[in-house]
């Protein structure tokens, strides 16, 4: 089982991806890819000891699937978050500027 952690921002309340570096990514491809559910639960535990460090809440493991070009979420509901909304939810120069 390959696992991303995801979080949403407190700013702005995007997704987010925690990346090899230990930064937060708005892009799932960025995830660093844990091997399994003890090594997720041991960087999550770490975010969640940091928390007044972090600028994201709702820290958790995604299930990935490795086996395109880039990772995507196994799961649907997971697979929106990651890739966005199903349509546009702020006119294009909000969306833009939020990012």
Do not use: C, H
């Amino acid at each position: 089982m390959s696992l991303a952690i995801t979080a949403n921002r407190l700013r702005d309340g995007r997704v987010v991806f925690r990346t090899p570096s230990g930064n937060w990514s708005l892009n799932v491809a960025d995830s660093a890819i844990e091997p399994d559910q003890a090594s997720a639960d041991g960087v999550i535990a770490n975010v969640n000891a940091k928390a007044n460090e972090q600028d994201v809440v709702e820290v958790y493991a995604v299930e990935m699937n490795l086996s395109g070009k880039t990772p995507r979420p196994t799961k649907l509901r997971e697979a929106i978050r990651a890739l966005g909304p199903t349509i546009a939810y702020l006119p294009k120069g909000e969306l833009e500027a939020a990012e």
